[in-house]
């Protein structure tokens, strides 16, 4: 088992930044990839980032350029720089954790989420 916790959510204008973070706990060793989905009220979740364990890493074609995804290996945490945020990128954003096969990402440990709102 892997256990995630979230923090950073908040209420940004338009332009402006947030930074997300996960801690992991527990078998980090069974997982080597990890990613950030996020969920907006009446829509789908979707992947919005994720990283490997050797760094390599994938966006969701909404957020390239504006948001970075990064991880502390020594440290178990992963990171989420937003910034540039638009009002659509409000949404709960859930820290996951999995693993890479070829080019997809499959997640099996998810946090609990931590909201985040854009205004205009």
């Known amino acids: 088992q892997v256990q995630l916790v979230e923090s950073g959510g908040g209420l940004v204008q338009a332009g402006g930044f947030l930074r997300l973070s996960c801690a992991a706990s527990?078998?980090?060793?069974?997982?080597?990839?990890m990613g950030w989905y996020r969920q907006a009220p009446g829509k789908q979740r979707e992947l919005v980032a994720w990283?490997?364990?050797?760094?390599?890493?994938d966006y969701a074609d909404s957020v390239k350029g504006r948001f970075t995804i990064s991880r502390d290996n020594a440290k178990n945490t992963l990171s989420l720089q937003m910034n540039s945020l638009k009002p659509e990128d409000t949404a709960v954003y859930y820290c996951?954790?999995?693993?890479?096969?070829?080019?997809?990402?499959?997640?099996?440990?998810w946090g609990q989420g931590t909201q985040v709102t854009v205004s205009s």
């Open positions: 996951n954790a999995g693993y890479r096969s070829g080019a997809y990402y499959y997640p099996d440990y």
């Open positions: 990283i490997t364990s050797g760094g390599s890493t």
């Open positions: 527990g078998n980090i060793a069974s997982i080597n990839a």
